[in-house]
């Protein structure tokens, strides 16, 4: 400070130093809005796919047998504020049935991430019981491609012909 009172920093030094702290102030807060949108997508897709989980738990057959069935029990306009999703069709329901490794029976679409990797909310069955989790579009990639891989060999199978080695 000096001997007059006035501040010793020229005003632009200021004007930039506070043009510089509202950058980065705002650059945050724009970081931490896209970071909890990120959350949120993931946390409600991952809600909306165990609420669809209980309501199939009461369709497990007998000895923890699959369910068929696996369109959605949801009410008339319901749908507009959920996530699409897409369900194991009834033919690759029966056909699967009996695996011993998790079925993807429901996935959301891909639900993409600012600051995360992208994915899909995913329903499994195995043993008896449903299961929730986030696959990335990579994990998700492989495993459908996998049990896609068990239904056409399972088709063919049933066909009576040679399965196909990829």
Request: aromatic share 8%; hydrophobic share 45%.
């Amino acid at each position: 400070m000096t001997g007059n009172g006035l501040n010793p920093n020229p005003p632009r030094k200021s004007v930039a130093r506070a043009a510089l702290l509202l950058t980065l102030a705002t650059a945050a807060l724009v970081a931490f809005i896209l970071g909890l949108g990120d959350f949120r997508r993931q946390r409600n897709a991952l809600a909306q796919m165990h609420w669809h989980a209980s309501i199939y738990e009461r369709r497990i057959g007998v000895g923890g047998v699959m369910p068929l069935n696996f369109e959605p029990d949801t009410a008339a306009g319901a749908e507009r504020r959920m996530i699409p999703l897409q369900f194991l069709d009834h033919a690759s329901a029966v056909r699967l049935r009996s695996s011993d490794k998790p079925v993807m029976v429901a996935q959301t679409i891909p639900i993409t991430q600012v600051f995360g990797k992208d994915g899909r909310a995913v329903m499994t069955f195995k043993g008896g019981k449903f299961a929730v989790e986030w696959m990335t579009l990579a994990q998700f990639d492989a495993l459908w491609a996998a049990q896609q891989g068990v239904v056409s060999r399972l088709e063919a199978e049933k066909a009576g012909e040679a399965p196909r080695v990829p």
